[in-house]
């Protein structure tokens, strides 16, 4: 049997930010993780991530997986691959199938790091081939580039869902529509306006009934549900589609905590209970990152830092003031990330109605995944339009408390205020002149600012928009604006398209169109694309 | 399908090396070291196996070695894990009936 300080299981975010932290105090620190590859789901997340710079927003997120890897290398942090944990003992001992045969570990401290698994809901024809998890539609086209299929229905509106069907519009797939059972766009409002406006039809209070075709999905049977998820009657609608994607939550893989005997409790998925540091009831057992409570990779390797930072004290090897330092300071981190209508504390909630400032929620954003022009006035990133701002200025439709700040430090010339609170909405100041370089545009990790210039021409006004297609409209291109719901509102013709390495891949396409269309127009396509 | 450009990974497998492999004795190509799967997603085959009892197809569900339901088998080998397993030259892939190949 071979001896560490500490061990982890999962070379995911939050195992490897773990491994990273333990190596700063020198415990002697190995990883097992059962992938071929280390990184967790990091290296399947193409899109920018939110939070502020410390939780490093607005960088993709298989871009933090390489950042992370090369830390980890760095630390000269010990991985073991293709190593399949499959018992933990109270004892802090561990055994792990590794080349066909099974090894057993003992240290001081061991950090779950196991992450979660999709959940599924079973309908007539879920075990076609063609029925697939949202993860795996983004393992075969991001990690591997294969498309999972042509066109796909998309159930669950939560971040996954939403996050997944841009992705699939990415690699070049139709997606066909997204259910979900609830009454209520799940995730973000961000990630539901930038597919709405992409044409994708939201079908709330709907669900899936039926997978058809013989020996593998030809096509989908959606159905309206009653207030208790009763399909009703009379309402099935059939679609097109040869793949049905799941994106129906995560739980968490606790087995192994359950299995060394911790106090488990369900909250939403059986978690184990823990104190501030995420020790479990064992002493000397911790849980990071998604086995102690779904949430998102951000916060998974603060809390991976966190249970290594208690570890290496527990132990003797950090001093306490560099812990109680390191305490504050991810506290502090995580608690950012915690606030907002879309905290842990929030989770399941369905009666907020205003944002933290007091602006009424907008209901078509929940309902159909856009918003309605006649709403986005009243929020502080679009308010000033109403007052009508000479020349180019931007306009950011973020109207939900999401802990998010990039365009602040975006905007060098002081257009855009969020504050010290980052799940504050962000304002813009009409005082300080846009010069319409729109970082701003390409910073937002929700692609919900657009540079509007009403004084474009004496009959035309022009928008930019983040882009993030391929192939890039050359200007003079010649098109149809969509609106925020992605339906045609009127003619347009591409002005510029740019792209430079900061934005990093958002490209700022700019289209002219008739002067009233300014705030309606949202997206381009082009003319027999 | 395979991705050809993408507007924010740019292109796969590049410098890969193109192999042959056989499913059920047809002479498929896919790159050396993707899963088998991807490789046969991108030739378009759906079914990996089917089930004992009622003769169900299957097939990827997961795509990260999780479900099982990919299971095929592979050089005379049943239950192997197509989603994580890594293509080489000259495979012997065969859909799973039950546990066995078919007759």
Redesign the interface.
């Known amino acids: 049997m071979k001896r560490y300080d500490l061990i982890v299981v999962g070379a995911g975010p939050a195992g490897l930010s773990a491994a990273i932290e333990a190596a700063k105090y020198g415990l002697k620190t190995v990883v097992f993780d ?3 590859r280390p990184g967790g789901q990091l290296f399947k997340q ?1 899109h920018k991530f939110f939070g502020s710079k410390e939780h490093k927003a607005k960088i ?1 997120g ?1 871009k933090i997986g390489e950042e992370l890897l090369a830390d980890a290398e760095k630390a000269g942090v010990e991985v073991h691959l293709n190593a399949t944990v499959s018992g933990l003992f109270d004892c802090k001992e561990i055994t792990v199938i590794e080349n066909e045969a099974m090894h057993h570990y003992k240290a001081d401290a061991i950090i779950l790091a196991t992450g979660a ?2 959940n599924m809901i079973p309908f007539e024809g879920w ?7 949202a ?2 539609a983004q ?4 990690l ?5 299929g ?1 066109r796909v229905l998309m159930v669950g509106s939560g971040n996954v869902g939403l996050v997944v069907s841009f992705q699939l519009l ?3 797939i139709e997606v066909a529509a997204i259910v979900d059972a609830a009454p209520r766009v799940g995730g973000y409002g961000v990630h539901a306006a930038k597919v709405a406006r992409c044409g994708v039809p939201f079908y709330l209070s709907h669900t899936v009934i039926k997978a058809e075709g013989d ?2 999905v030809t096509g989908a049977v959606v159905a309206e549900v009653d207030s208790h998820f009763k399909p009703i009657p009379g309402t099935e609608m059939h679609l097109d589609v040869d793949t049905i994607c799941m994106a129906v939550g995560l739980s968490p893989m606790s087995q192994l905590l359950s299995m060394a005997g911790c106090k488990m409790q369900d909250k939403g998925g059986i978690v184990p209970i823990v104190n501030e540091y995420r020790e479990t009831s064992i002493k000397g057992i911790y849980a990071a990152g998604d086995v102690g409570g779904i949430e998102e990779a951000s916060s998974a390797m603060i809390t991976g830092k966190i249970t290594a930072l208690a570890a290496a004290y527990e132990l003797g090897f950090a001093e306490e003031k560099d812990f109680r330092e390191g305490e504050t300071r991810y506290k502090a981190s995580l608690a950012q990330l915690h606030e907002g209508m879309f905290s842990p504390a929030n989770k399941g909630r369905t009666d907020l109605t205003v944002t933290d400032e007091g602006v009424l929620l907008s209901q078509n954003l929940l309902k159909k995944g856009y918003l309605d022009l006649g709403e986005i006035m009243r929020f502080p990133g679009a308010a000033d339009e109403v007052k009508k701002v000479h020349g180019i200025h931007p306009v950011i439709e973020c109207t939900q408390n999401i802990p998010c700040n990039p365009c602040q430090d975006a905007c060098k010339f002081g257009c855009i205020a969020v504050g010290a609170d980052i799940t504050r909405l962000p304002i813009v100041n009409p005082a300080n002149k846009c010069t319409g370089c729109g970082m701003c545009v390409a910073s937002c990790s929700g692609q919900a600012i657009f540079l509007v210039n009403d004084d474009f021409s004496e009959t035309e006004a022009s928008v930019t928009l983040p882009y ?3 192939p890039y409209p050359e200007p003079g291109t010649k098109g149809m604006a969509l609106g925020r719901d992605g339906k045609a509102v009127c003619e347009a013709e591409v002005v510029s398209c740019r792209l430079s390495p900061a934005m990093d ?1 958002t490209a700022l396409l700019t289209i002219k169109v008739p002067k009233e269309m300014s705030m309606t127009a949202r997206f381009f396509k082009a003319v027999g694309v | 399908m395979r991705i050809e450009n993408h507007p924010i990974l740019g292109t796969f497998h590049e410098g890969g090396q193109m192999v042959t492999f056989t499913l059920d004795g047809k002479e498929m190509q896919g790159y050396e070291g993707e899963p088998i799967a991807a490789a046969l997603r991108a030739a378009g085959v759906m079914t990996h196996r089917h089930t004992l009892k009622r003769d169900e197809p299957r097939g990827v569900f997961c795509a990260i070695g999780r479900c099982t339901d990919c299971v095929m088998i592979v050089d005379g080998k049943p239950n192997i894990r197509t989603c994580i397993t890594p293509l080489k030259a000259g495979m012997k892939v065969q859909t799973q009936y039950g546990i066995k190949a078919k007759e």
């Open positions: 059962e992938n071929a193409v993709r298989f698994r999709e075990t076609k081939p063609g029925v697939i998890g993860g795996a393992t075969m086209m991001n591997h580039g294969v498309q999972p042509s990415q690699a070049g020996d593998h993030e297609f391929l891949h």
